[in-house]
């Protein structure tokens, strides 16, 4: 007899699981084997994946799709989500996750085992779809947060450095920072549906939110829901560095909207433009400002 416990079998389905071995330390090699294991033992055929590089990852990934794969399932962090995100949106084909990184926000997104392999696969075998807004500029979607402002200096810092790894080097990026860094004169122009409007403030960031979060849980554009077809755009104006650095934890609660700087709008496209600065989405780096932002509602198809 058949224990429910376990995902009925999938004979002869073929997928595509592609992996980021390095991600989450070296934590993706490993996820991989375990779910990989699991998905063939329940009957899928798995074409098991890896690019030398991004570049290499990304024509993996759009092959498999033009070839008919039924899902394209990624095993790594909110950057292979990215890459994944590039070759299955609009088409239909939907995109699964093991989780392996280090922030993992897409995983937190959609309620998926963070820590536990196999209950990720039989989550993937189970293959229960929802359809999920993504953020388009030009031709490339993300599916997080677009940083645009201290934050993403912060990045352009962190990947400069070799030293530390991890989470500390983020850290030691952000104290550098600080030291010299001024409010940029951003001027946004949001189009809420209903009208469009122009604001411009002098401001420490400004993020730009399919999702609520970014970072591994910094929540940064707190109550953005990933299927209202809109898009959360949070500036924080200018503020003393003492306070940027007091209200910091508070990203990571949401509790910051009691914050005077605070300002939260919620659009269906956004263009940012400051000098200056380098965008990152998804963790990855994106593009200069300016940028203009759009929501394209229902554009991914995720197995949750």
């Given at each position: 007899?058949?224990?429910?416990?376990?995902?009925?079998?999938?004979?002869?389905?073929e997928i595509a699981l592609l992996t980021n071995p390095t991600s989450g330390k070296g934590k993706g090699a490993r996820n991989r084997d375990v779910a990989l294991a699991r998905l063939r033992e329940s009957g899928f055929v798995v074409r098991n994946l890896q690019g030398r590089d991004a570049d290499e990852a990304s024509d993996l990934a759009r092959a498999c799709v033009a070839d008919g794969v039924e899902a394209l399932v990624v095993c790594g962090g909110d950057g292979l989500v990215h890459l994944g995100a590039q070759a299955v949106a609009g088409t239909g084909v939907?995109?699964?996750?093991?989780?392996?990184?280090?922030?993992?926000?897409?995983?937190?997104?959609?309620?998926?085992?963070?820590?536990?392999?196999?209950?990720?696969?039989?989550?993937?075998?189970?293959?229960?779809?929802?359809?999920?807004?993504?953020?388009?500029?030009?031709?490339?979607?993300?599916?997080?947060?677009?940083?645009?402002?201290?934050?993403?200096?912060?990045?352009?810092?962190?990947?400069?450095?070799?030293?530390?790894?991890?989470?500390?080097?983020?850290?030691?990026?952000?104290?550098?920072?600080?030291?010299?860094?001024?409010?940029?004169?951003?001027?946004?122009?949001?189009?809420?549906?209903?009208?469009?409007?122009?604001?411009?403030?002098?401001?420490?960031?400004?993020?730009?939110?399919?999702?609520?979060?970014?970072?591994?849980?910094?929540?940064?554009?707190?109550?953005?829901?990933?299927?209202?077809?809109?898009?959360?755009?949070?500036?924080?104006?200018?503020?003393?560095?003492?306070?940027?650095?007091?209200?910091?934890?508070?990203?990571?609660?949401?509790?910051?909207?009691?914050?005077?700087?605070?300002?939260?709008?919620?659009?269906?496209?956004?263009?940012?433009?400051?000098?200056?600065?380098?965008?990152?989405?998804?963790?990855?780096?994106?593009?200069?400002?300016?940028?203009?932002?759009?929501?394209?509602?229902?554009?991914?198809?995720?197995?949750?």
């Open positions: 007899m058949h224990d429910p416990s376990v995902p009925a079998p999938v004979r002869g389905r939907p995109l699964g996750l093991i989780p392996s990184g280090t922030g993992n926000d897409v995983a937190r997104y959609l309620d998926l085992p963070r820590t536990d392999p196999v209950a990720a696969a039989d989550r993937i075998i189970a293959s229960r779809r929802r359809r999920i807004d993504l953020a388009r500029s030009g031709d490339r979607y993300f599916v997080t947060v677009l940083a645009a402002g201290f934050d993403a200096i912060v990045n352009e810092r962190a990947n400069a450095m070799t030293w530390p790894k991890g989470q500390m080097r983020y850290n030691l990026a952000t104290l550098a920072e600080l030291r010299t860094f001024r409010p940029l004169p951003y001027v946004l122009q949001l189009d809420s549906g209903s009208g469009a409007e122009t604001i411009e403030h002098e401001a420490m960031l400004v993020a730009v939110g399919n999702g609520p979060s970014f970072g591994g849980g910094l929540r940064i554009t707190e109550g953005a829901l990933l299927d209202d077809g809109l898009l959360d755009v949070v500036v924080i104006t200018r503020m003393s560095k003492t306070k940027l650095v007091r209200s910091y934890p508070r990203l990571f609660t949401g509790k910051i909207d009691g914050v005077a700087e605070y300002v939260h709008r919620r659009v269906r496209s956004v263009t940012v433009a400051a000098p200056g600065i380098v965008s990152y989405a998804d963790g990855e780096r994106f593009g200069p400002l300016p940028l203009t932002v759009e929501c394209v509602p229902g554009a991914l198809e995720v197995i949750a």
